[in-house]
């Protein structure tokens, strides 16, 4: 890799989107991911929408096009905007495939996984099971976030993922922490348990989450710890490992939604209480009505 000051920013960048990751879902978006990292490099006026998804394959493909990564970009803006038919998935599958092997470029290589992962498809897992094994620890990254993204029900061999809960990157324990509980792998749930009591905060939390998707009454006391958080003062400096005000924020309401999702309701005397007491009028209202729908 580079040692230019745009590729040294790159693992950073996924790693600090990830600190915030809890929105709406129990998995980071791809999206938040690809523009948060393409806003760091700088390479809006890079792109161009005149392209064919077939045009930025053979970009990829190419051995004289400079800008692989950003191709590999734009195709997985293109297959989120479902501008691709689901008839050249197989097409569009083998030739990121082939791409993605003959890449020495991680930037590269991680954006084509993460094109495959938007295309949602089991045709990708072969490739995205080779990409746990990648050398680099972003293009591995974006192949848990883009197993998060496949339908439920796939047929995968998660033990790699599994063992990424021992990880000594915190990033990747988070991350493999919450795309096994998205898809619910039961032999995950024990190793998810022990993160509750991980050194990293972001990783106790995220395990926390992941947990109410098993219905885990071990995470119990550290969820109503994430909905009785305090925000600090509104001019404060917060410096991390501490939580800013819209990080808690994020956290509680993945916390709502997620028990919202999962239809569990041994939080609703700290539902109401969020409801009732919590400074954010957002994150109250959400309570008030995550409230109402478990009572049903």
Same mark, same amino acid.
């Given at each position: 890799m580079s040692t230019g000051s745009t590729d040294s920013k790159a693992p950073q960048t996924q790693k600090k989107i990830l600190e915030n990751p809890f929105v709406g879902s129990l998995v980071v978006p791809i999206a938040i991911v690809l523009v948060g990292a393409l806003i760091i490099f700088g390479v809006t006026k890079? &792109? =161009?929408a005149e392209r064919s998804y077939k045009d930025l394959v053979n970009e990829i493909q190419s051995k004289t096009f400079g800008n692989k990564w950003v191709a590999a970009y734009e195709l997985s803006k293109q297959i989120n905007s479902a501008q691709i038919p689901a008839e050249d998935y197989p097409w569009l599958v083998e030739n990121l495939t082939v791409a993605y092997k003959d =890449?020495?470029?991680p930037r590269t290589r991680g954006f084509i996984i993460a094109a495959l992962g938007a295309l949602s498809t089991d045709l990708a897992l072969p490739t995205l099971q080779i990409a746990l094994d990648d050398v680099d620890t972003d293009v591995k990254f974006h192949a848990v976030v883009a197993l998060a993204n496949m339908p439920k029900g796939i047929s995968f061999d998660w033990t790699k993922v599994t063992a990424m809960l021992k990880s000594e990157l915190p990033i990747l324990r988070q991350a493999a922490t919450l795309a096994l509980a998205t898809h619910q792998v039961p032999e995950a749930q +024990?190793?998810?348990r022990v993160l509750l009591r991980d050194e990293s905060l972001v990783v106790r939390y995220a395990a926390a989450t992941a947990l109410i998707a098993?219905? #885990? +009454?071990m995470a119990k006391e550290h969820l109503e710890e994430i909905l009785k958080l305090p925000y600090p003062p509104k001019d404060a400096r917060v410096l991390?490992?501490? &939580? #800013?005000?819209?990080?808690i924020s994020d956290l509680k309401l993945s916390v709502l939604i997620t028990l919202q999702k999962y239809n569990w309701n041994i939080l609703n005397n700290t539902i109401l209480e969020t409801a009732e007491k919590d400074e954010n009028i957002s994150i109250a209202t959400k309570a008030k009505e995550v &409230?109402? &729908?478990l009572k049903k």
């Open positions: 890079m &792109l =161009s =890449s020495v470029d +024990e190793g998810i098993y219905k #885990d +009454e991390p490992p501490a &939580l #800013d005000v819209k990080q &409230l109402n &729908l």
